[in-house]
T-cell receptor, first 117, second 115 residues
Framework: AQKITQTQPGMFVQEKEAVTLDCTYD???????LFWYKQPSSGEMIFLIY??????QNATEGRYSLNFQKARKSANLVISASQLGDSAMYFC??????????????FGTGTRLTIIP | NAGVMQNPRHLVRRRGQEARLRCSPM?????VYWYRQLPEEGLKFMVY????????ESGMPKERFSAEFPKEGPSILRIQQVVRGDSAAYFC?????????????FGQGTRLTVV
């Protein structure tokens, strides 16, 4: 079974500072993908960044980067130069396995990020 | 290029009624996933469908819930005889293909309230 753990229910960060959102995962599959999604107060799920288990380099997308430490089974999201619009819930998710049909995403419980002006 | 369209956005049903949630995937996408989000929780997988086939329904409650994705038309998540505990946000996602790194695009969700 796959499991995603996000241990920070809420975080407050000063505008323009960098922020790291923690995510650890557990899986016995050798192949898996890790995703981060943002859910603003309007409710939609916005894809931010993806990291594959065999990727040699950490993924980056604009101000978002993923600090992937495979041995520790962690996939922390780093947001540089935070903005007020970054205030939202952030979910870490995993898709994995070599089994046919194992396409579902397993989500963590999320971290509510609030950016302070 | 429209994204994943879900309707209705908000749905209110009395206990015992039926709820039908619709999801039109992105153009060209033949893989659809349904997730449920209870208040202040993460999304929980319910079912994965391809056109006319249910691939994985391991997250679906055994009773009252069903899903379909016909050859023509949207995917439908149907909840019969709704109860208060069914109140949640239901999200649909679609993808063009299978694969670990295939991005799933989410709709805006349907918020079901059972009164």
């Amino acid at each position: 079974a796959q499991k995603i753990t996000q241990t920070q229910p809420g975080m407050f960060v000063q505008e323009k500072e960098a922020v790291t959102l923690d995510c650890t995962y557990d899986t016995s599959d050798p192949s898996y993908g890790l995703f981060w999604y943002k859910q603003p107060s309007s409710g939609e799920m916005i894809f931010l960044i993806y990291q594959g288990s065999y990727d040699q380099q950490n993924a980056t997308e604009g101000r978002y980067s993923l600090n992937f430490q495979k041995a520790r089974k962690s996939a922390n999201l780093v947001i540089s130069a935070s903005q007020l619009g970054d205030s939202a819930m952030y979910f870490c998710a995993m898709r994995g396995g070599s089994n046919f049909g194992n396409e579902k995403l397993t989500f963590g419980t999320g971290t509510r990020l609030t950016i302070i002006p | 290029n429209a994204g994943v369209m879900q309707n209705p956005r908000h749905l209110v049903r009395r206990r015992g009624q039926e709820a039908r949630l619709r999801c039109s995937p992105m153009k060209g996408h033949s893989h659809v996933y349904w997730y449920r989000q209870l208040p202040e929780e993460g999304l929980k997988f319910m079912v994965y469908l391809q056109k006319e086939n249910i691939i994985d329904e391991s997250g679906m409650p055994k009773e009252r819930f069903s899903a379909e994705f016909p050859k023509e038309g949207p995917s439908i998540l149907r909840i019969q005889q709704v109860v208060r505990g069914d109140s949640a946000a239901y999200f649909c996602a679609s993808s063009a293909e299978r694969g670990l790194n295939t991005e799933a695009f989410f709709g805006q969700g349907t918020r079901l309230t059972v009164v």
